[in-house]
């Protein structure tokens, strides 16, 4: 049987849970009042929006076009819907990564920004990061126990989003790092990672890293991974901006010059 939400039972719960101390040790007084469950409603949204905001701060995602306006037209290929399955967030329930590999500018990070963002509306925590800062960072710590509270800290979130792992080249060290990282999330929580380059580039973006093979095997045992083919659509934009102002610079012919 369904208990409904604005019973006197589950609104007690709810003002408990709210930490409203003052409402609960009065229930007996408040418990029939026609304003309470407006009143936990309002605390509870408010809340859920504070909490929002907070995780969308922390998840530092910048701007990012929505998928609303992708250009699904544009890759001559992509699967739209591996995309659109993936925005349910299954993935993150089951602990699965997915991995979006394609050339420069065809949309890899803004479609996990929207994958991330839709995880923070519906709660999860996330944090989003170059692969080169957060390697980087990683390998200039000095001390045993710093490195563990940012492995610490790169591990914890409900997804990870790892970009452009592929624009550049990497020491043994950052490879070792960046497979700690993935073996301590494997399996417990999801991890977005954009990359240029297939999985048998690797090697060349970590190069002689004995834990290429290991990194990879780890990173895509539980991963839904989606190919990008297409030309730049950065460049693209940039032409008809071009083309655009160059237009404007022109402008219409006036009419003595139309008759001439």
């Not at 995780?55 to 001559?76: C, M, V, Y």
């Not at 949309?107 to 170059?130: D, E, Y």
């Not at 509270?149 to 409900?158: E, G, K, T």
């Not at 290991?214 to 839904?224: C, G, I, K, M």
Request: aromatic share 6%.
């Amino acid at each position: 049987m369904t208990i409904s939400p604005n019973s006197p039972d589950s609104l007690l719960r709810r003002a408990q849970a709210l930490h409203l101390s003052g409402l609960a040790e009065h229930w007996g007084e408040a418990a029939g009042a026609p304003w309470v469950p407006a009143l936990l409603q309002w605390e509870e949204d408010a809340r859920a929006q504070r909490s929002l905001c907070r995780r969308i701060a922390q998840a530092k995602l910048g701007r990012f076009k929505a998928l609303a306006d992708f250009d699904w037209k544009w890759p001559r290929r992509i699967d739209r819907g591996a995309i659109e399955d993936l925005m349910q967030l299954r993935f993150v329930k089951e602990a699965v990564n997915v991995v979006l590999i394609g050339p420069n500018g065809v949309g890899k990070s803004t479609l996990a920004q929207n994958l991330a963002h839709q995880a923070l509306v519906h709660g999860h925590t996330v944090l989003f990061k170059p692969a080169g800062d957060m390697l980087g960072e990683l390998a200039a710590l000095d001390s045993d126990s710093a490195l563990r509270r940012r492995l610490r800290h790169y591990a914890a979130p409900d997804v990870l989003v790892i970009d452009e792992v592929g624009y550049l080249s990497y020491s043994n060290r950052h490879a070792d790092l960046l497979f700690e990282l993935i073996s301590r999330r494997y399996e417990k929580r999801s991890t977005i990672v954009t990359t240029n380059k297939p999985f048998a580039q690797w090697s060349e973006v970590f190069p002689n890293a004995a834990c290429v093979v290991s990194l990879v095997d780890r990173l895509v045992h539980h991963a839904e991974v989606v190919s990008i083919d297409a030309n730049s659509y950065r460049l693209k934009e940039a032409r008809e901006r071009t083309e655009t102002r160059a237009g404007k610079r022109r402008g219409p012919k006036s009419g003595g010059e139309a008759a001439s």
